[in-house]
Nanobody
Framework: QVQLVESGGGLVQPGGSLRLSCKAS????????MDWYHQASGNERELVGG???????NYVDSVKGRFTISRDNAKNTAYLQMNSLKPEDTGVYYC?????????WGRGILVTVSS
């Protein structure tokens, strides 16, 4: 059974940084791809970016140059490094893994960007 545990959220001032982690179990991690999603209050969940099993990454325009997605296959963990955070980055962040064609979602973690 695939399980995902997110960590690293919290309160940060505008311009600050946070690193989110998503640790997976119950899968052959190196065979998975994953995406990070952001859901602001009252909005739909939106894609932030993702990383393939080969380590290739993609990002939406609004986070390019500020966010970096990476993975450590030895630790079964994916990361979202968020720099130059803005108030509009506030919301719940979800990791989603694709494994053998099935989606697996984390429970989400709250990030608040505020002074």
């Amino acid at each position: 059974q695939v399980q995902l545990v997110e960590s690293g959220g919290g309160l940060v001032q505008p311009g600050g940084s946070l690193r989110l982690s998503c640790k997976a179990s119950g899968m052959i991690f190196r065979l998975s791809s994953m995406d990070w999603y952001h859901q602001a209050s009252g909005n739909e969940r939106e894609l932030v970016g993702g990383i393939g099993s080969d380590g290739s990454t993609n990002y939406v325009d609004s986070v390019k140059g500020r966010f970096t997605i990476s993975r450590d296959n030895a630790k079964n963990t994916a990361y979202l490094q968020m720099n130059s955070l803005k108030p509009e980055d506030t919301g719940v962040y979800y990791c989603r893994f694709t494994y053998y064609g099935n989606y697996h979602w984390g429970r989400g973690i709250l990030v608040t960007v505020s002074s």
